[in-house]
Antibody, heavy 125, light 107 residues
């Protein structure tokens, strides 16, 4: 069974840092790219980051670029999201999700077939 | 960025009804569209990918259609378990973007 389990969410003051983890099991982690999403309380879903299966390629939403860093440890089947310079508006449930899709004509198109249960990050003084 | 607009924002329906949710993209996304279902306090669940392909394990009463900029999600006969919020998402280009969601309520 495919499983993704996020951890590391906490209450942090504005300007602070936090590192989220996403532990994967039940599939060959090394061949899948992974994405991070978040959902502010009572709001919709927001894509925030992508990391390729090797970790060589990373993308970020403008809202987190320069503050958040995604990484992975394929030996440990784990994914990380280092969040620095946290702001009130970063308060949300953060999800990791496995990417699936295909590449054609030099472009790749990825949807997200398995999601973790989420971890809550609260930024407040 | 590609803007995704869903309608309606809220939909009241009864068990057994046929319902349709619409999603419009601000520019063509070919068929690179997914639909997700989310229940309160839980993670999103993939229903449909590539506009019309049903994810494994998802009941056949769910169907998707469309291409370019207009897409629909149809539930042919609502079941009690279907009352939830539904999101469309474009994965044509980064940043991937979602519609604002459609909350399906019991009438």
């Amino acid at each position: 069974e495919v499983q993704l389990v996020e951890s590391g969410g906490d209450l942090v003051q504005p300007g602070g840092s936090l590192r989220l983890s996403c532990a994967a099991s039940g599939f060959t982690f090394t061949i899948y790219s992974i994405s991070w999403f978040r959902q502010a309380p009572g709001m919709g879903l927001e894509w925030i980051s992508y990391i390729s299966h090797t970790g060589d390629t990373k993308y970020y939403a403008d809202s987190v670029k320069g503050r958040f860093t995604v990484s992975r440890d394929n030996a440990e089947n784990s994914l990380y999201l280092q969040m620095n310079g946290l702001r009130d508006e970063d308060t949300a449930v953060y999800y990791c999700a496995r990417d699936r899709g295909h590449c054609t004509g030099g472009s790749c198109f990825r949807y997200h077939d398995s999601w973790g249960q989420g971890t809550l990050v609260t930024v407040s003084s | 960025d590609i803007q995704m607009t869903q309608s309606p924002s809220t939909l009241s329906a009864s068990v057994g009804d046929r319902v349709t949710i619409t999603c419009r993209a601000s520019q063509s996304i070919s068929s690179w569209l997914a639909w997700y279902q989310q229940k309160p306090g839980t993670a999103p669940k993939l229903l449909i990918y590539q506009a019309s392909s049903l994810e494994s394990g998802v009941p056949s009463r769910f169907s998707g259609s469309g291409s370019g900029t207009e897409f629909t999600l149809t539930i042919s006969s609502l079941q009690p378990d279907d009352f939830a919020t539904y999101y469309c998402q474009q994965y044509n280009s980064y940043p991937y973007t979602f519609g604002q969601g459609t909350k399906l309520e019991i009438k």
